[in-house]
T-cell receptor
Framework: GAVVSQHPSRVICKSGTSVKIECRSLDFQATTMFWYRQFPKQSLMLMATSNEGSKATYEQGVEKDKFLINHASLTLSTLTVTSAHPEDSSFYIC????????????????FGSGTRLTVV | AQKITQTQPGMFVQEKEAVTLDCTYDTSDPSYGLFWYKQPSSGEMIFLIYQGSYDQQNATEGRYSLNFQKARKSANLVISASQLGDSAMYFCAMREGTGGGNKLTFGTGTQLKVEL
């Protein structure tokens, strides 16, 4: 149990276009979804925390108008990179904590498989 | 101050040997969790091991064990009998508090290379 499906796994887009990344919790309801960004050979940096039915909470320095997060249902959160530029090229990965996570060996945190975005 | 510190950017180990990856943490919350993840070149985050702040015993999962020294605020990962497939990036992470909406904070990672 506790699977998060993330799509697409890879996307190449032209500069100036928008790209949407989806994360779905397949067998649990994700009240909260976390979105991370990772540059090559660097750590995962939290971009924002999305809560179902409310506005996302963005980390300092993350442009909320550029990285639009929508968490319209308990099983789906989306990240849209608007007007993408080459510097937005990165690996984006989502994570959610399954209910009762503290009782699970992995503490309930489940990650999507990530999306590698290349902006040309 | 960094919440999670991994001081080894890269480590080499010979196949079948044991290796220790270092992790220190900083928190004032009495309730927290510590994690280790493996990230191969494909990018997926593979959960390895978890240690809760109130756990009395060090966590073990197969070839992985976590050397939890609470007073020193360290949570080192020990991989025994290294295999070529263990070559990957390893991240230490921490959850502060107990809420389901609590984020994980990651260290900078250690790139492990297992050699013949």
């Amino acid at each position: 149990g506790a699977v998060v499906s993330q799509h697409p796994s890879r996307v190449i887009c032209k500069s100036g276009t928008s790209v949407k990344i989806e994360c779905r919790s397949l067998d649990f309801q994700a009240t909260t979804m976390f979105w991370y960004r990772q540059f090559p050979k660097q750590s995962l940096m939290l971009m924002a925390t999305s809560n179902e039915g409310s506005k996302a909470t963005y980390e300092q320095g993350v442009e909320k108008d550029k990285f639009l997060i929508n968490h319209a249902s308990l099983t789906l959160s989306t990240l849209t990179v608007t007007s993408a530029h080459p510097e937005d090229s990165s690996f984006y990965i989502c994570s959610a904590r399954a209910p009762g996570g503290g009782e699970k060996g992995f503490d309930g945190y489940t990650f999507g498989s990530g999306t590698r975005l290349t902006v040309v | 101050a960094q919440k999670i510190t991994q001081t080894q950017p890269g480590m080499f180990v010979q196949e079948k040997e044991a290796v220790t990856l270092d992790c220190t943490y900083d928190t004032s919350d009495p309730s927290y969790g510590l994690f280790w993840y493996k990230q191969p070149s494909s990018g997926e985050m593979i959960f390895l091991i978890y240690q809760g702040s109130y756990d009395q015993q060090n966590a073990t999962e197969g070839r992985y064990s976590l050397n939890f020294q609470k007073a020193r605020k360290s949570a080192n990962l020990v991989i025994s009998a290294s295999q070529l497939g263990d070559s990957a990036m390893y991240f230490c992470a921490m959850r502060e508090g107990t809420g389901g909406g609590n984020k994980l904070t990651f260290g900078t990672g250690t790139q492990l290379k297992v050699e013949l």
